[in-house]
């Protein structure tokens, strides 16, 4: 706030003349002037272009202006009282903005939209992990092929698939692989400690695992049958077809199953089924 009174300056056979220069730096992210002159307040608003935009500038101007307006219709009201938007803004923040209500296609498996999505956009790229990524074509007849080989291992619904991989293109194809097969997996963090890893296992009794090579370590004395992705890939996988496989399912059969943090005993298991994950689809798939 500029208030300081300005005092004129006047010289023998000189005329002077203020002339406002316009500033094309800002020296901070964002500086807001006040002067008072003439009885009036003069406002000066400069900022970063790199971090704002003119219309963000413009919405806090209005904001500050009707707080202003607040103040003067109602001095008494306490800070937190006053009023930043109109009623039609805050109509659009409280109401229009939240009206998300979707249709929710509960009959449907959370891999059934994956494959309808196959359909519409084989050769979009559906995941990236590094210097590599996959088109949904390619993803979809991976986790087929995957899936496939889990079927001839008694994958099927309600039956569970521990999955311990590194996040991975691998670590996607076989979530899908699981679901497209009928079954539901088990999402175990290989950062976890090793005897929390060997209970969830044994607990959920997985009859299944995905893992790794370099993880086998984690698993010491496995009660699943042990399938390394990356070294049984090429020997059978590879060779199983690369078409959809239509199980037997619906949406009330098991799609994952969550262990708890274990914060108060030990880790339990939350179970949910397809049409639970439709209604958080945006955040699938849960991993950890």
Not at 76 to 84: A, G, K, S, W, Y
Not at 127 to 135: F, H, P, R
Request: with cysteine; aromatic share 6%; proline share 7%.
């Amino acid at each position: 706030l500029q208030n300081t009174p300005m005092g004129s300056l006047d010289l023998p056979g000189l005329t002077l003349q203020l002339v406002a220069l316009e500033s094309t730096t800002a020296k901070f992210d964002l500086t807001l002037s006040f002067t008072e002159a003439n009885g009036k307040l003069l406002v000066f608003s400069e900022y970063d272009s790199d971090l704002f935009e003119p219309t963000t500038i413009q919405r806090m101007a209005y904001h500050f202006t009707h707080l202003l307006e607040g103040i003067v219709l109602n001095p008494q009201q306490l800070l937190h009282e006053l009023p930043l938007m109109n009623d039609t803004e805050l109509h659009q923040l409280i109401v229009t903005w939240n009206e998300t209500r979707a249709a929710c296609p509960q009959d449907k498996c959370i891999h059934e939209l994956f494959e309808e999505q196959v359909e519409r956009t084989p050769e979009a790229v559906a995941v990236v992990c590094e210097d590599q990524q996959l088109t949904y074509q390619e993803l979809n007849e991976r986790a087929n092929q995957l899936a496939h080989s889990l079927q001839k291992q008694g994958v099927g619904p309600e039956v569970l698939v521990g999955i311990c991989l590194q996040r991975s293109l691998e670590m996607i194809v076989a979530l899908l692989a699981v679901l497209k097969a009928g079954g539901a997996y088990v999402p175990l963090d290989p950062s976890h400690p090793q005897e929390r890893l060997a209970f969830m296992l044994q607990d959920s009794q997985a009859p299944v695992l995905l893992t790794q090579a370099s993880l086998l370590d984690r698993f010491p004395h496995p009660s699943a049958q042990v399938i390394c992705l990356d070294a049984d890939w090429q020997e059978g996988i590879a060779t199983q077809p690369q078409t959809n496989l239509h199980p037997c399912l619906h949406s009330a059969n098991l799609a994952y199953v969550l262990f708890t943090s274990g914060t108060t005993g030990r880790p339990k298991g939350v179970a949910l089924q397809h049409r639970n994950a439709m209604n958080s689809r945006a955040s699938w798939p849960p991993l950890r």
